[in-house]
């Protein structure tokens, strides 16, 4: 089966009846949960970008609670997994301002973990793979926003 292009499916979409798109909407949620959580941000959470925000930061709080600081081989595989999760929720946001957020409070967290990073090679990687991502979204940013972003980053580096 050969894939539609975007614009042959926005075509299509625009020529068919609201009935039919809420049973489309309905069946793409039933087979992949990021489906259900896509649809979930766009009808109750993209309205107050900040609830959401705070809820990644909450969901972001309570992995880090979970990671095992004794074996740095888990603690990386559970990082890991959070950077995961919170770049999942972040392309679901269309603000610009909800990926520096979130990845300055992972770094945060992860500089609270009293881990020394310059001994472990991945854990570092992964802290300086944020920060860079964290630099990148900053510099897509106005140039008033970019300020405090910017003060907020030179204190965690």
Known sequence: MKTASLKELKQEL???PTEVLLELCIK?????KENKE???YLLFEEGNENNYVNSIKTIIDELFETINKTQMYFAKKTL???VRIANKYIKYSNSKTTEPDVLLHFCKKMKALNINLKHNTALHNIYLSQIKKIKKAIAAMHDDEQY????????LE
């Open 80 to 82: 890991r997994k959070i």
């Open 14 to 16: 625009e020529n068919t």
């Open 148 to 155: 405090d972003y910017l003060k907020l980053l030179t204190e």
């Open 28 to 32: 793409l949620t039933k087979y992949k």
């Open 38 to 40: 896509l649809l979930t």
